[in-house]
């Protein structure tokens, strides 16, 4: 080895300890090395910082922002209105739940379509009284399967589309992968229903407290019919949102002018009728899309209402210092001015059912409050109000499902027709979002995860300088020196579990930049064609498995599912057997060498 080598080995080798310590954040630990290889001049300082312009990085944070759209544009609400008319089963919900994560993940990012299914799921284990470790592992699991079966599904995918570009002139289109990922993921799937979810410890199949992390406070909350609204006359119990319980609670009516009174469910509804409801703002919304409803807040005439790009909903509590405190809501007017407006509120331990101009709050209340997005920050400061954290609370946004579904699938079809690259497709299909409200300004840089974009481009350039140096053809020619060269199916299996295991402990997008320049190298030091050899990077990226710390799939269920960092190799393990096992074969019919 010669200098240069030395050199950027022991530069990788060092990241990737540090990636598996954990001990700092991988995008730190990423560009820490980064400037490293620079000062030892391994890595040119002009091309320190050409992985942030990577179509590679534009491409994961589009489709951050178009995941979040999706949201936006009531798919969430959409799938759970859709689930809610079946009678599921224990296991029917488990298979559905899986495959519609699967599904969602093969065209949106896989950490998305989780973030999409995980408060549904939540749900639906408190309805049916199924522990929720039952469901979560599965759930997680399902999300990486389903990001193998397309390019846009999961980073490595991506990034390895992107190493091809780089080595042969030609990219991976969108459904290149799916002759191996799709086979991965049907099998992945039925593995998991059926298997999987027994492997899972007992002693986790308890209802357990970490349910308790997703369920919220109910608001009080005011909603008015609408004039045109096709509902008038008839009655409350008619409704579907008012049908069985823990759904959204009618507490009284009242008109503009007059105080709330008790109404029963055989009430028939009238022209202006104000109702008092408690319910989860995720139960509202549904209530308001589709019955002819209209949401209330507390704003008199002269409130500067938000336009749908800069309105935003926050949720504060009411401080022991807040001049709120012993007031009512004319007082709340006086203070916030024109700016902001209450639209529901929460008291625990005590039952709420006045109108909201009625009470009079007290410390510890939480309020949802209605704002400009400029200036909501500074409002909840002047009023003492603590932001709870946030999270996804879209009362003021109007559904458009079919316009965000047929600006994403316009841009895939521009992208597969190759009449521009899948970048620019996205980032028109993020302008048109933006520009239709269905995604707000804030929202663009507040969905992109920031710390996976500096690990992408601070590790491309580290990539690129394994080339360069031939280190990456040396590593390959040294593992064939040890299992040999008779046999590329062997080098091609062990490329495959090699990348696997790297993946549960290192961040999938790593372990793909580090694999794939290996790979390539090991398949042309042989003779044989490169993208079978870069299909095994790309699938066993993504089958992390084995950890909670490998994806952040996993990572996100292991609070609310209960997990130990033990549990997950009980179900991963024979998965990830059963994924060699089939995609060996796959590989080698989709992708002969």
């Known amino acids: 080895m010669n200098f240069d080598q030395i050199i950027i080995s022991s530069i990788l080798f060092i990241a990737l300890i540090l990636f598996a310590w954990g001990r700092w954040r991988y995008d730190l630990v990423a560009m820490f090395c980064l400037i490293v290889a620079v000062l030892f001049g391994v890595i040119p300082e002009d091309e320190a910082f050409s992985g942030f312009g990577h179509a590679a990085v534009v491409t994961v ?16 609400s959409l799938i759970t209105e859709k689930m809610r008319l079946i009678k599921f089963t224990s296991f029917s919900l488990l298979a559905t739940i ?12 896989n950490v998305g379509a989780l973030a999409l299914m995980l408060p549904i799921t939540m749900v639906a284990a408190k309805e049916y009284n199924i522990p929720p470790a039952r469901l979560l592992m599965p759930l997680a699991f399902g999300s990486i399967l389903g990001g193998l079966t397309t390019l846009i599904g999961t980073p490595p995918n991506i990034i390895i589309a992107a190493y091809r570009a780089k080595v042969t002139g030609e990219e991976y289109g969108m459904f290149d992968f799916s002759p191996v990922g799709v086979p991965v993921a049907i099998v992945g799937v039925l593995f998991i229903v059926f298997i999987g979810w027994r492997l899972i410890p007992s002693g986790r199949m308890t209802k357990n407290a970490s349910i308790n992390l997703f369920e919220i406070n109910n608001y009080l909350t005011e909603i008015q019919v609408k004039k045109e609204s096709k509902y008038i006359g008839e009655r409350l119990k008619d409704l579907p949102m008012f049908k069985g319980k823990d759904r959204t609670e009618i507490l009284g009516v009242a ?13 028939k509804i009238s022209e202006d009728d104000i109702f008092i409801i408690r319910a989860d703002p995720m139960e509202i919304k549904p209530l308001l899309d589709n019955h002819d409803f209209e949401l209330l807040n507390s704003a008199t005439h002269i409130y500067e209402a938000p336009d749908e790009h800069t309105a935003i909903l ?24 024109r700016s902001i407006a209450i639209v529901g509120l929460a008291r625990d331990g005590q039952s709420v059912v006045s109108r909201i101009r009625q009470l009079v ?43 965000a579904l047929a600006t994403f699938v316009g ?42 974009l500096v690990l992408l481009a601070s590790m491309i350039p580290i990539g690129n300088a394994l080339d360069s140096t031939n280190t990456t053809k040396l590593l390959a020619e040294t593992m064939l020196k040890i299992v040999g060269t008779d046999s590329p199916i062997i080098v091609l299996t062990l490329i495959l579990i090699v990348t696997m295991l790297l993946s549960s402990v290192v961040n999938n997008a790593a372990t793909a930049l580090v694999m794939a320049p290996i790979s390539v190298a090991a398949a042309q030091t042989m003779g044989v064609n490169i993208d079978g050899f870069l299909m095994a990077v790309a699938v066993g990226a993504s089958c992390a498995f084995l950890t909670p710390v490998g994806h952040q799939s996993n990572t996100l269920v292991m609070g609310p599912g209960g997990y130990k960092f033990g549990d997950y190799w009980r179900m991963g393990l024979p ?5 060699v096992i089939i995609t060996i074969p796959l590989i080698l019919w989709a992708w002969p060498l």
């Open 98 to 109: 899986t495959l519609v994560v699967t599904i969602l993940s093969a065209f949106m990012n």
């Open 575 to 579: 998965l990830e057997i059963l994924i």
């Open 255 to 267: 008109t503009p002018t007059t105080y709330a009174r008790n109404v029963n469910l055989t009430y």
């Open 61 to 76: 944070a589009a489709v951050l922002i178009l995941s979040q759209g999706l949201q936006n544009a009531g798919v969430v």
């Open 411 to 452: 841009a895939i079809i521009l992208a597969m027709t190759n009449l521009v690259s899948l970048p620019i497709a996205f980032i028109l299909a993020v302008m048109v979002y933006v520009l239709t409200g269905i995604v707000r300004v804030r929202e663009v840089y507040e969905q992109i995860d920031w710390a996976v």
């Open 314 to 337: 926050m949720e504060g509590v009411i401080t022991q210092g807040s001049p709120l405190v012993g007031r009512d809501i004319r007082y709340f007017r006086r203070l916030s001015g």
């Open 361 to 403: 709050f007290k410390a510890g209340d939480v309020l949802l409050i209605q704002g400009h997005e400029e200036t909501i920050d500074e409002q909840f400061t002047q009023i003492g109000l603590l932001p709870l954290a946030p999270r996804a609370i879209e009362l003021d946004r109007s559904r458009k499902v079919g316009l």
